[in-house]
């Protein structure tokens, strides 16, 4: 890979991505509607761009082409179609990030779960449907519908310093200001994967000749109650679990929630182990 056009850099894990692509020596442009700052200076090339506008792609895309093609921005088979349609000649191949919410509850799932290649494709907006049936009709159309190599990353929660969503901190200051916190199940267990892991991975996985769909997350499990006390450690302050429904709570899940990340190890990723990061994590987050 030499050259990738990155949608969806500017912030989290996609931030970790480009300085992980940079770092490789590829020649990295990052699209974006520049309405956000980004810290990359002239390392990067730009293209302003509206990547749920297809005429706007089409015409930002106009006489270049790429290696390869990360999209962090593709929730839905309409948003797929847009690609295919406007990078169509244009891409060696295309990585998408997908989600451990294309599975229903259950635990260590492997990728034959979810079959994208036999799912019925419906073609619908991001708005007409759940996040879930929204990115598996996006599975469903790229490996149904496009002509070039497709990967499917599949995560779970993606924790980090720079996790904009705060769920995690959520839990955090709730602990540190005395709040309840609700959970219909606190021995369900979720995995998780670090901001940089998931970066790293993307960039690591289109130097492969891997297609379809891959599991993505950290080494080993935590039950909700044992994270909880793992913030209770770390902050010095009780997490008090209730069972008060009208409670925000991000990770409130029913039922255990893991996938298995087997098929990644095979091809020869080393993941790293949950909770060699995971306490110190909750020890910055505190601060």
Known sequence: MKSALVFGGTRFFGVNLIEKLLDNGVKVTVA???SSE???GDKVE???VDRFDEASVREAVQGKKWDVVFDQLCFSSNDADIIANAMEGKIKRYVFTSTLSVYDYG?????KVYDPYTYELKMVDRQEVTYQEGKRQAEAYLFQKVSFPVVA???PIVLGEQDYTKRLVHYVESAKEGREVY???PKAEMCFVHQKEAGEFLAWIAETNFTGPINVSANGFIT???LMQLISEKTGKEVIITTN?????PYAIQETWTLSNEKAKALGYNFTNLNDWLPALIRELSK
């Open 46 to 48: 730009r293209l302003k």
């Open 224 to 226: 909700m109650e044992n």
């Open 38 to 40: 980004d810290s990359f």
């Open 153 to 155: 990353m599949r995560i």
């Open 245 to 249: 429904k009208e409670l925000e709570s």
């Open 32 to 34: 974006t509607r520049q």
């Open 107 to 111: 635990m260590n799932m492997d990728e």
């Open 183 to 185: 959970f219909p199940n």
